[in-house]
């Protein structure tokens, strides 16, 4: 099951980062979750957002919300600025996650 990690199409560099940054239980997650985490790569893509490597790394959590609610949560702020500070300082999606 963990191999369907694959079917995320994270490359194999930032996928070893994300595990020593997050263990195995999270790569479990993303595994077992893998549509997902590829649509929320694909939205936050569509945004604008350079950074999601780094994001993938340290904001993992991310990448496991449920698409509608973090498409929500987009809705909430400027999109156009919010996008730029997260290019910027990708820890800038903490104000996203905080609201």
């Not at 079917?7 to 996928?15: G, S, V």
């Not at 590829?38 to 496991?64: A, C, Q, T, V």
């Amino acid at each position: 099951m963990i191999e369907d990690i694959v079917l995320t199409e994270i490359n194999q560099d930032t996928l070893e980062k994300m595990y020593h940054q997050n263990g195995y239980d999270v790569m479990m997650s993303f595994a077992c979750n893998h549509e997902l985490v590829k649509k929320n790569i694909e939205l936050l893509k569509s945004f604008g957002i350079l950074k999601i490597e780094d994001l993938l790394i340290n904001r993992s959590h991310l990448f496991l919300k449920d698409n509608e609610k973090l498409l929500k949560s987009f809705a909430k702020f400027n999109v156009a600025n919010l996008v730029n500070l997260i290019n910027e300082d990708y820890t800038m999606i903490d104000e996203l996650m905080d609201n």
